[in-house]
């Protein structure tokens, strides 16, 4: 079974749940404002595909961040920002166990499949 992480009022995680249900994918959704996500994850999500894929620089939360915030001096620290912001993690990140993806374009829908089989 497929973890989604995003958040329950995002048109992209609505749209990735309908797609995952009408694929016939089995997932389990874990809303990251209010399921709350814990460092070691993030870590893991980090590690499997870079920080900067994983850290949404385009959201609103990024853009009301000070600016002493953006500059983080490595990775540790992005992590602990994702920690105290969830809302700053690439929406949806798809956890396959062995495989995880943020976002949802074609490539991404491509490997949900491919785990899927």
């Known amino acids: 079974m497929i973890t989604v992480y995003g958040l329950k009022n995002c048109d992209t995680c609505r749209k990735a749940l309908a797609w995952l249900q009408q694929e016939k994918i089995a997932y389990r959704f874990v809303d990251l404002r209010a399921d709350g996500i814990g460092r ?5 999500f980090a590690k499997a595909m870079g920080v900067d894929k994983l850290l ?7 853009r009301g961040l000070a600016d ?12 602990a920002l994702m920690e ?3 809302a700053l993690i690439k929406r949806p990140v798809f956890d396959m166990g062995k495989t995880v993806v943020a976002g949802f374009r074609d490539a991404e829908k ?6 899927k089989a």
């Open 40 to 44: 070691a994850d993030i870590a893991r």
């Open 56 to 62: 949404n620089k385009a959201s609103t939360t990024w």
């Open 68 to 79: 002493d915030e953006k500059s983080f001096p490595d990775e540790a620290a992005a992590i």
């Open 84 to 86: 105290k912001h969830p």
């Open 110 to 115: 491509a490997m949900v499949r491919a785990a």
